[in-house]
Structures are given as structure tokens and as C-alpha cells.
């Protein structure tokens, strides 16, 4: 018999545990954070109930961005919110207020419900660094600023993707206990990968960089092997992937969106953060992801992320071009 698989399995490192151990290493820490991610783990196991019930997508989107803002302003830990559902933040009343701020998508990929295919939620926090009245300032934060970030996968099994800035963890839901539980400690993304992923339905549209590096992807001049194209459509689907496999996800600018499609608040940046905690990168075709500043909540930008090596050579491609101009 193997003792050791068997201690491992007996030993359940649920997220909470995980994340107070995680905590216990701060002094002054005083069980905020693990009572605001418990509040985001049920808003998890809520929408994933939902959407194993298959519950339509209109009905899934208000539902599941209604339970999240209500389960994040009643963990009294939280003072600006900021949903893709809703048009302006949410600032909490001041008798529920907290420490963090919570940028998120709860439902992100909604498109795909109706067939099946895996969503998810993202998320980021900030922290507030002052007690007085809140804005959108508090929340208008370059990503470098966010003290943890992390999706949901409703797919095949349910699974939370974590950083809390020491390193990326994976929690399978198990649906016989209730509990997210460590399945995938410190997950580092291969250094290189052999896919990409991208609507290259685009690609009329793309600019000169991305469109040599997508070229450079299926005619390789250097001898090493085509890469292979997978793309979902579904961020959350399509960088979970990445992450495990290795590779590059890239929604770039075109002509027709100068700023790309993916916003910056709640799926930019939790991705870039948990890209760059395993090892990858994250670019926006200018600058690394982590250290744009938003000026509006539901703003967008390109985004190139994944290994390390792939994104280099993405980065040398916007360069080049640099130069010329
Ligand atoms: P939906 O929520 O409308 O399905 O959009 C999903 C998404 O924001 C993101 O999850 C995907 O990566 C991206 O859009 C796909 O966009 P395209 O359909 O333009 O490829």
C-alpha cells in the first residue's frame, strides 16, 4: 500500500486552512483576508451549483454577479467593488466597510453557457491604504499593486486558482465534502510551450508584430516544431490551459479595437498576476501588463501572456517595430 499517497489524501488542506497558514506568517495579519476569500469561495460554489443545474445564461450572469457583490459587502471586509456586470463601482455603506477592494468578473466566457463549454469567475484585491471616504482611486491601481488574485473554472471538475503573491495554488471543489481542496500546489508554467491561443479570426485586423509572431507560430524559421492552435474563447478556459500546458494566450489590438477586448481591472491583471507568480509573463504589446495604470474602471488593453520564452519573443517582435518607427 502507498502510506504516503494515503497521508496526503487524509490530510485535506482546504483553502481556508491553506490560507491562514498563509496568513499565521504575518504578525499583524487578523483573519481579514481569510473571512473576504471565504466570502469569494461560497459566491465560487454558488455559481458552480448553478451552473451544473444549467441554469440559462441571461439568468446566470445577474444571478451569480448578485451573489458575489452580496456575499463580498456582507463579509464587512470590502469597501469598493467593481463587477464587470455592473456599470459604476460599488462602494459598500460605511457601518459593513473593510480593508480590501474586490475587482472581478463573475461570469466571465457567458457566452459559452448555452453549449457547455467552461467559464469562470476572476478576481482581484486591492487593499485600501487610507480611511476615507472611498472612490474609484482606490480601485484606478496598477496590477503590481494587487495583494492577490485568482479564477474559478466551471468545467469538467471545479477548480480555484490562487495567488496571494507566493506562488499560484490550485483548490478542486469536491462536491462530497463542500470544500476547495489543494490538488495543485505551487504550479510554475513551462518555461516554453507548443500552443497558441487567439481569435485568429482577427487576424485581418491584426498590427505588423502580432501577425509576424502568429506566423512565426505555424511556419517556424528556426527549426523548432509548428505550434498547435487551441482557443476556447472563454479566458478563464483558454489561461488555465496555458498555465498547466504552457504556451501564450494573446488578444491583441486590431484595427478595429485599438485597446483590444479584455479588461484591465478583473481579467488583465488577476491573469498577468498569476502568470507572473508562476513563472510567466504578461505584455501589452508596450509595457509588462502588472504595470499599467487604469483610468476608467472598464477599461481595456492588449494582452499577450504565458511562458516566459514565448512572450520574449512577442516582446522582441514590438521592439523591432519600435525601432523602425
Ligand atoms: P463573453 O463573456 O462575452 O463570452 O466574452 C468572453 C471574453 O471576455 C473572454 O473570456 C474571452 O477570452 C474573450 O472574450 C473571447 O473573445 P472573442 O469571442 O472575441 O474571441
Known sequence: MDHEADAYRTDLMTITRF??????????????????????????KFVCSAVNKGE?????????????????VSSGRTSVLVSEEDEEATFVESSKRGKYCVVFDPLDGSSNIDCGVSIGTIFGIYTMNHTDEPTTED????????????????GSSCMLVLSTGTGV????????????????????????????????G??????????????????????????????????????????????????PADKKSPNGKLRVLYEVFPMSFLMEQAGGQAFTGKKRALDLV????????????????????????????????
Open 202 to 251: 482577427n487576424a485581418q485586423n491584426w498590427d505588423g508584430p502580432t501577425t509576424k509572431y502568429v506566423e512565426n507560430c505555424k511556419f517556424p524559421t528556426d527549426g523548432s516544431p509548428a505550434k498547435s492552435l487551441r482557443y476556447v474563447g472563454s479566458m478563464v478556459a483558454d489561461v488555465h490551459r496555458t498555465l498547466l500546458y504552457g504556451g501564450i494566450f494573446l488578444y
Open 19 to 44: 490560507v491562514l497558514n498563509e496568513q499565521s506568517k504575518y504578525p499583524e495579519s487578523r483573519g481579514d483576508f481569510t473571512i473576504l476569500l471565504s466570502n469569494i469561495v461560497l459566491g465560487c
Open 294 to 325: 487604469p483610468e476608467k474602471i472598464h477599461e481595456r488593453s492588449p494582452i499577450f501572456l504565458g511562458s516566459y520564452d514565448d512572450v520574449e519573443e512577442i516582446k522582441a517582435l514590438y521592439a523591432m517595430e519600435e525601432k523602425k518607427n
Open 169 to 200: 495554488h490550485g483548490f478542486t471543489l469536491d462536491p462530497s465534502l463542500g470544500e476547495f481542496i489543494l490538488t495543485h500546489p505551487d504550479i510554475k508554467i513551462p518555461k516554453k510551450g507548443n500552443i497558441y491561443s487567439v481569435n485568429e
Open 56 to 72: 440559462e445564461q441571461k439568468k446566470l450572469d445577474v444571478l451569480s454577479n448578485d451573489v458575489f457583490v452580496k456575499a463580498l
Open 139 to 154: 480601485v484606478l491601481k496598477p496590477g503590481n499593486e494587487m495583494v492577490a488574485a485568482g479564477y474559478c473554472m466551471y
